[in-house]
């Protein structure tokens, strides 16, 4: 009963869920995100207190991994209704039936979880309590590991040769990608084509993941990332994409001057958003050096905005170009794909392409999901984020890897390639600490 309402209440336009559209496989969920249908008519019903009926449309292999991502999550309509907006803002407005409940939340400084009583498998459960600590300072988070009042800390560049030879150091390469969305809708200069891939093919991004991350990161250079989808002879999806975006300062300052005979105008002044995290700023100022140095012309300015309001500015078009990132949140390429459809919330760059939708729409009918036509859905896709690429509607960056110390009494840490980033159910303080 508790997923019905959580589902129905997602779906419901009322609720304007950002991500409604992941329900899409569900009987009726788009008519009634569009205001078709009411939201009892959601293809999912309670048998009982203990069985779920799902209908879906069509047979998609990710499925049961989509049900794993947070929006599937079961709310209870009784605290729900009772919180009315405050639901989710803060821990005594946050119900769980996870491993763990949240007892502490203060925004943008630190929370606390403790284990959940309630929990069906609390017994694997072994953590007391959990605290997270905002830091954005990543030299403070250092010392404060350095002193014991961190287990686990994540290092920029200039940490990363202190510490790499120390048995608590290690690196991963996750599967979140890095890029500038440009927005063509605010800034008119950046409705030129040639300015934008002009942009995106000035900043030398071998250098920035050296220089700036120094963490296992990989310059990138397309939409979707590497080692995450293979096809049956293990052959990498990315692999067939063709992408116009790869550093070549010669060949930006030609486009510039396209773009300046074009528009008629010799200065180009555009507008940089990003976090207010110190490495954010490091990061914006070394885009700025690189862009100002490659591209004659063109001034760029930087504005960091917390967290929050960086996504409210992102939502409502109100910037020119942004630094954002994208973690998967299925095991398909679709995942990365579907941002930049027409109508989807994530797009915000004002890109539109009805041949780039409609592949996307094809690739998931019952047709192509079936294992036969895997090859040729492959190729659908990867000429689909081919076209997206050539617009250059984002600079793609990098491929994000991580370098962390982590203390060697944390065991049985689980990271996840797609959907939340971890798992703590499991983790365990062993040995001396």
């Given amino acids: 009963h508790d997923f019905v309402y959580a589902w129905q209440r997602t779906v419901n336009p009322d609720t304007a869920a950002e991500y409604a559209y992941m329900f899409e496989n569900i009987e009726n969920a788009k008519d009634i995100t569009a205001g078709k249908k009411k939201p009892e008519e959601l293809?999912?019903?309670?048998?009982?207190?203990?069985?779920?009926?799902?209908?879906?449309?069509?047979?998609?292999?990710?499925?049961?991994?989509?049900?794993?991502?947070?929006?599937?999550m079961p709310q209870n309509e009784k605290f729900v209704e009772k919180q009315g907006k405050k639901f989710g803002t803060t821990a005594d407005a946050t119900l769980s039936n996870g491993p763990f409940i949240m007892k502490e939340w203060k925004t943008e400084?630190?929370?606390?979880?403790?284990?959940?009583?309630?929990?069906?498998?609390?017994?694997?459960?072994?953590?007391?309590e959990v605290n997270y600590k905002v830091v954005k300072e990543v030299q403070t988070a250092v010392n404060m590991y350095q002193t014991g009042k961190l287990?686990?800390?994540s290092l920029d560049s200039s940490n990363v040769n202190k510490y790499k030879d120390r048995e608590d150091f290690s690196t991963q390469l996750n599967s979140s990608n890095f890029f500038f969305r440009?927005?063509?809708?605010?800034?008119?200069?950046?409705?030129?084509?040639?300015?934008?891939?002009?942009?995106?093919?000035?900043?030398?991004?071998?250098?920035?993941?050296?220089s700036l991350l120094n963490n296992g990161s990989v310059p990138s250079d397309k939409l979707m990332v590497k080692d995450f989808v293979k096809d049956e002879d293990g052959k990498d999806y990315i692999d067939g994409v063709k992408s116009p975006l790869g550093y070549d300062k010669e060949e930006a300052k030609k486009l510039l001057?396209?773009?300046?005979?074009?528009?008629?105008?010799?200065?180009?002044?555009?507008?940089?958003?990003?976090?207010?995290?110190d490495e954010s700023k490091k990061a914006a100022e070394f885009v700025k050096e690189q862009v100002e140095k490659n591209l004659p012309g063109v001034t760029l300015k930087i504005k960091q905005q917390p967290f929050k309001?960086?996504?409210?500015?992102?939502?409502?078009?109100?910037?020119?170009?942004?630094?954002?990132?994208?973690?998967?949140?299925?095991?398909?390429?679709?995942?990365?794909?579907?941002?930049?459809?027409?109508?989807?919330?994530?797009n915000q760059t004002g890109y539109a392409n009805a041949e780039y939708d409609k592949a996307l729409e094809e690739a998931n009918s019952d047709e192509m999901l079936k294992d036969e036509n895997s090859e040729k859905r492959t190729k659908l896709l990867q000429d689909a984020e081919t076209k997206f690429l050539d617009s250059a509607s984002i600079g793609p960056l990098y491929q994000q890897g991580v370098a962390r110390l982590r203390q060697p009494y944390v065991k049985n840490w689980q990271p996840h390639k797609f959907g939340g980033d971890y798992s703590l159910k499991e983790v365990e303080i062993a040995g001396a600490k």
């Fill in 182 to 210: 440009i927005n063509k809708t605010k800034n008119k200069d950046l409705e030129n084509q040639d300015l934008r891939k002009a942009f995106a093919k000035s900043i030398d991004k071998e250098q920035y993941v050296k």
């Fill in 109 to 128: 400084d630190n929370w606390k979880l403790v284990p959940n009583k309630e929990y069906w498998d609390k017994d694997k459960v072994k953590l007391k």
């Fill in 151 to 153: 287990d686990t800390v």
């Fill in 309 to 346: 309001q960086k996504l409210a500015l992102e939502s409502k078009g109100d910037y020119d170009i942004s630094f954002a990132g994208w973690g998967p949140d299925y095991p398909d390429s679709t995942t990365f794909l579907d941002l930049f459809k027409k109508n989807s919330p994530h």
């Fill in 257 to 277: 001057e396209k773009a300046k005979k074009a528009t008629g105008k010799d200065k180009f002044n555009i507008e940089l958003l990003t976090y207010d995290a």
């Fill in 43 to 72: 293809g999912v019903k309670a048998i009982d207190d203990q069985t779920l009926e799902i209908k879906l449309i069509k047979d998609v292999p990710w499925m049961q991994s989509l049900f794993a991502f947070g929006s599937f």
